[in-house]
T-cell receptor, first 115, second 112 residues
Framework: DTGVSQDPRHKITKRGQNVTFRCDPI?????LYWYRQTLGQGPEFLTY????????KSRLLSDRFSAERPKGSFSTLEIQRTEQGDSAMYLC?????????????FGPGTRLTVL | DAKTTQPNSMESNEEEPVHLPCNHS???????IHWYRQLPSQGPEYVIH???SNVNNRMASLAIAEDRKSSTLILHRATLRDAAVYYC?????????????FGTGTRLTIIP
């Protein structure tokens, strides 16, 4: 069990550029979640997948954000035309998906800085 | 989702027990009480959860009030590695949303 991994750990970009983050969940975990965390706040839910199906998206996920999980394994989160307000820690989590209250296991996050 | 209320911060001496309170006066009968913590520069990690009875695991204990309107996370012997933000989260076991709804949590400082 290698845990949830995220890549890259840090990303610095200029406003207007596109960025893509990758998340590799714990193997055999059916559910995968994306959260965003700004300084001094708790993580906020963005979206989640059951296998390859995206089942819920937060209103925080504007049109510039898109997430995929093409084969039900790893997931990518893309932000187009980045804005300074997108600067945050992007966290990925996975769970077995057997019950609603299953433990979510988080990765270390990708810290995005938009200049 | 039912809301929880936690103190913004707490301090404790190393090797002393720590009691972290959480109020959830609007809790429903099917809500589980979950605790996660976030160590500096890391993602959150699960600590413990319970429904009605007190719970123990290798990390902590969870004491749940009889009316379930409050709970307390107990770290029996705090170490410097327990310095973190602790989040108390309610999750509906029957019809709960998949997402975790974090508040601002309690920032625990351990004094050597």
């Amino acid at each position: 069990d290698t845990g949830v991994s995220q890549d890259p750990r840090h990303k610095i970009t200029k406003r207007g550029q596109n960025v893509t983050f990758r998340c590799d969940p714990i193997s055999e975990h059916n559910r995968l979640y994306w959260y965003r965390q700004t300084l001094g706040q708790g993580p906020e839910f963005l979206t989640y997948f059951q296998n390859e199906a995206q089942l819920e998206k937060s209103r925080l996920l504007s049109d510039r954000f898109s997430a995929e999980r093409p084969k039900g394994s790893f997931s990518t989160l893309e932000i187009q035309r980045t804005e300074q307000g997108d600067s945050a820690m992007y966290l990925c989590a996975s769970s077995r998906g057997l019950r609603n209250t299953d433990t979510q296991y988080f990765g270390p996050g990708t810290r995005l800085t938009v200049l | 989702d039912a809301k929880t209320t936690q103190p913004n911060s707490m301090e404790s001496n190393e090797e002393e027990p720590v009691h972290l309170p959480c109020n959830h006066s609007t809790i429903s009968g099917t809500d589980y009480i979950h605790w996660y913590r976030q160590l500096p520069s890391q993602g959150p990690e699960y600590v413990i959860h319970g429904l009605t009875s007190n719970v123990n695991n290798r990390m902590a204990s969870l004491a749940i009030a009889e009316d379930r309107k409050s709970s307390t996370l107990i770290l029996h012997r705090a170490t410097l590695r327990d310095a973190a933000v602790y989040y108390c989260i309610l999750r509906d076991g029957d019809f709960g949303n998949e997402k975790l709804t974090f508040g601002t949590g309690t920032r625990l400082t351990i004094i050597p």
